[in-house]
């Protein structure tokens, strides 16, 4: 189910195009794709060196990054040199796939069809687009909106007014009144006369059994995949940035924020309105305080509070010295 993709390229990516050194040289990729996912035939990017591990094991054969990183790159990898890596990646993702920057209203929605959809219960005004799977025994809400190629498992239970594209949902989940799944994430380059949006190509992966409580928000991934793992468990209004991978079996409460890009490992409780930077690692069984702000990566078997979150212990000892 993973190998399904919402966005299709609209041209080419040829590197002539985007990089004067090889305009001499008709050099055709199938794609752009993120460093450990790559391979001979796609052109990734590296631009920070938490990166490096991935770098240094890429099977790609192009990689735009920086002259400080290049040298992270196995010999097999030729360096496209960018001192604005993000940028360029944007520029060409805009280029072949144009309808990524911006969401637009599907157009080939129409009202849910009782006989396409055997054994499936809709609620009233439930819209749906075209090549949508739904799996038996599953039941939509009053108001919810389905867009076109979205994959539903069985036995899944939507709420009413929940918006879903560009996403693939397991067995026996239960989405709650409010939430949005697949939509475009917060990101652009900033520029003085108007801002660069980034397109987001890829999606939403929700594991088998997991439960979002009401008005959560996962937005898809950018070039990888955002993912939530099976039987996890969200608290109302819980934000999920793009490319965030969340693992099995973790419990978060309500209004927790996870910026992009970061890994949460398995068996990890998070306490309400903690925020997660980006590109952080947590680690398997962490249990992080709530209104915490974790700003640095977490080993497994971890109790961290505060902000900065630290361990459980110097958080207490800190709080007993004021």
């Given at each position: 189910?993973?190998?399904?993709?919402?966005?299709?390229?609209?041209?080419?990516?040829?590197?002539?195009?985007?990089?004067?050194n090889?305009?001499?040289?008709?050099?055709?990729l199938?794609?752009?794709?993120?460093?450990?996912?790559?391979?001979?035939?796609?052109?990734?990017?590296?631009?920070?060196?938490?990166?490096?591990?991935?770098?240094?094991?890429?099977?790609?054969?192009?990689?735009?990054?920086?002259?400080?990183?290049?040298?992270?790159?196995?010999?097999?990898?030729?360096?496209?040199?960018?001192?604005k890596?993000?940028?360029?990646?944007?520029?060409?993702?805009?280029?072949?796939?144009p309808?990524?920057?911006?969401?637009?209203?599907?157009?080939?929605?129409?009202?849910?069809?009782?006989?396409?959809?055997?054994?499936?219960?809709?609620?009233?005004?439930?819209?749906?687009?075209?090549?949508?799977?739904?799996?038996?025994?599953?039941?939509?809400?009053?108001?919810?909106?389905?867009?076109?190629?979205?994959?539903?498992?069985?036995?899944?239970?939507i709420?009413?007014?929940?918006?879903?594209?560009?996403?693939?949902?397991?067995?026996?989940?239960?989405?709650?009144s409010?939430?949005?799944?697949?939509?475009?994430?917060?990101?652009?380059?900033?520029?003085?006369?108007?801002?660069?949006?980034?397109?987001?190509?890829?999606?939403?992966?929700?594991?088998?059994?997991?439960?979002?409580?009401?008005?959560c928000?996962?937005d898809?991934?950018?070039?990888?995949?955002?993912?939530i793992?099976?039987?996890?468990?969200?608290?109302?209004?819980?934000?999920?940035?793009?490319?965030?991978?969340?693992?099995?079996?973790?419990?978060?409460?309500?209004?927790?924020?996870?910026?992009?890009?970061?890994?949460?490992?398995?068996?990890?409780?998070?306490?309400?309105?903690?925020?997660?930077?980006?590109?952080l690692?947590?680690?398997?069984?962490v249990?992080?305080?709530?209104?915490?702000?974790?700003?640095?990566?977490?080993?497994?078997?971890?109790?961290?509070?505060?902000?900065?979150?630290?361990?459980f212990?110097?958080?207490?000892?800190?709080?007993?010295?004021?």
């Amino acid at each position: 189910m993973n190998d399904v993709y919402f966005f299709k390229k609209k041209k080419d990516l040829i590197l002539g195009n985007y990089f004067n050194n090889y305009k001499k040289h008709r050099i055709k990729l199938s794609d752009i794709q993120i460093l450990k996912d790559a391979s001979r035939n796609h052109l990734t990017f590296f631009d920070n060196v938490r990166y490096k591990d991935e770098a240094k094991n890429t099977k790609a054969k192009y990689c735009i990054t920086t002259s400080k990183l290049k040298n992270y790159l196995p010999k097999t990898c030729e360096a496209i040199i960018s001192e604005k890596v993000l940028y360029e990646v944007a520029v060409i993702l805009k280029d072949i796939y144009p309808d990524a920057d911006i969401d637009t209203l599907d157009l080939n929605l129409k009202s849910s069809n009782k006989l396409k959809f055997s054994g499936v219960k809709f609620g009233n005004n439930v819209f749906i687009g075209k090549n949508v799977k739904i799996g038996k025994n599953s039941l939509i809400g009053d108001n919810t909106i389905i867009e076109s190629n979205v994959v539903i498992g069985k036995k899944v239970i939507i709420g009413s007014n929940v918006h879903i594209k560009n996403t693939l949902i397991g067995n026996e989940v239960v989405i709650q009144s409010g939430c949005k799944l697949g939509l475009k994430g917060f990101g652009f380059i900033p520029k003085n006369d108007k801002n660069f949006k980034f397109p987001h190509i890829g999606k939403v992966v929700v594991g088998n059994y997991v439960e979002l409580a009401s008005n959560c928000t996962i937005d898809r991934g950018s070039v990888d995949d955002t993912v939530i793992g099976e039987n996890t468990y969200f608290d109302n209004q819980v934000h999920v940035a793009h490319n965030v991978k969340i693992g099995k079996n973790c419990m978060i409460a309500g209004q927790v924020g996870f910026a992009g890009s970061s890994t949460i490992g398995n068996n990890v409780s998070i306490g309400g309105q903690a925020g997660i930077s980006g590109h952080l690692k947590i680690g398997n069984n962490v249990k992080i305080g709530g209104g915490s702000g974790v700003i640095k990566d977490i080993e497994d078997n971890q109790i961290v509070m505060g902000y900065p979150a630290v361990s459980f212990k110097d958080f207490i000892k800190n709080w007993k010295n004021k």
